[in-house]
């Protein structure tokens, strides 16, 4: 199966913006644009139904939605609107959500919140009339849209790294997010924690895609691009070194670069990022090293590779470089 190349896009830009980036990666060749779910950004629909309006073929969804912050019924109307307005090329990317303490939200059950939300979207997408009551949600019987759809179901993204969530996803998702790794020894890890679910489910593991993505800076200028993804992975190396257990870190990095970064000093806490750690949790560089770095995770057997936000030293220049000069050297 031909493997496909996404853009992750930030919600922080201006009206129209959106349309542009969007019109110039399908030119350029890009299978999927993704919007991020994150705190405090502009809510994904609103960007993603500014690029539905401007392409034809790329698939478009948020990665992620979380049940905490956004009620199942409001998700389903969100991805069937999404879904209308592109034609029947919107996925729904779920997720339990982070940072969520900041507006005072509890995170209670989070399989259980992922799996019954998937559910009642499902329900409601496919016009399912029976009553549904689940540990944390229900739908009483004939509680339907009231409008027609453009399809009956979207394809599910669960964002996660652990063994629990990559479970739920082998047992009810078409893709995993793995979110913040460019890391190829990640894929048979996530590989392994999907046969789980996929076997309680009798699923082929096989059919659940795996997806990578972590922020990508590429320019001519590799050096300078380095720089700029080595400040960009020091907000959230203490997260995502964490969660992936084929990385040893240099002892005290993460305390380090976390006591700079808490003082509001994250250039100086980026040069303390070694290149062998860079490069398992961003894309960065010439777009020889960031083309190097995607085909590693082509060759481990991902079915996507997601270039996130900034793209490049600006957003125009990153995609225009990532579509002409690293899609070209991509063999899938």
């Not at 389903?76 to 209308?84: E, K, N, R, S, V």
């Not at 849209?145 to 599910?156: D, E, G, K, N, T």
């Not at 961003?282 to 082509?298: C, E, K, M, R, Y």
Request: proline share 6%; with cysteine.
């Amino acid at each position: 199966m031909r493997t496909e190349i996404g853009l992750g896009l930030q919600s922080d830009k201006p009206a129209g913006t959106y349309a542009r980036l969007a019109r110039a990666a399908e030119d350029a060749g890009f299978d999927v644009l993704t919007v991020f779910g994150d705190l405090m950004y502009q809510p994904p629909i609103f960007p993603l139904l500014e690029m539905a309006g401007a392409t034809t073929r790329v698939r478009l969804g948020p990665a992620c939605l979380n049940p905490y912050s956004m009620a199942p019924y409001e998700i389903a109307g969100q991805i069937t609107a999404l879904d209308l307005a592109s034609h029947g090329r919107a996925y729904l990317g779920l997720a339990r959500g982070t940072w969520l303490g900041a507006v005072g939200l509890p995170q209670p059950r989070p399989l259980t919140a992922l799996a019954e939300t998937a559910e009642v979207v499902a329900r409601l997408l496919r016009g399912d009339r029976s009553a549904y009551t689940g540990r944390l949600h229900s739908l009483a019987a004939d509680t339907v849209l009231r409008y027609s759809l453009a399809r009956p179901a979207v394809p599910l993204l669960i964002g996660a790294w652990g063994e629990q969530g990559a479970a739920l996803a082998g047992r009810i998702a078409d893709e995993i997010k793995v979110g913040g790794s460019a890391n190829p020894d990640m894929v048979p890890v996530i590989r392994s924690r999907l046969e789980v679910g996929a076997a309680r489910a009798e699923r082929s593991v096989d059919d659940i895609g795996i997806v990578l993505g972590a922020v990508t800076v590429v320019d001519a200028d590799g050096e300078a691009a380095r720089a700029k993804a080595r400040t960009e992975v020091a907000m959230y190396l203490a997260v995502v070194a964490s969660l992936d257990p084929t990385v040893v870190l240099p002892p005290g990095l993460v305390d380090s670069v976390g006591a700079l970064v808490a003082a509001g000093r994250d250039a100086e806490a980026g040069r303390l990022i070694p290149d062998e750690v860079l490069d398992r949790f961003a894309f960065s560089g010439t777009p020889a090293q960031v083309a190097a770095q995607a085909q590693l995770l082509i060759d481990a057997g991902v079915r996507r590779v997601e270039f996130g936000t900034p793209h490049g030293l600006t957003d125009d220049r990153g995609v225009e470089l990532l579509g002409s000069s690293v899609l070209p050297l991509l063999s899938r």
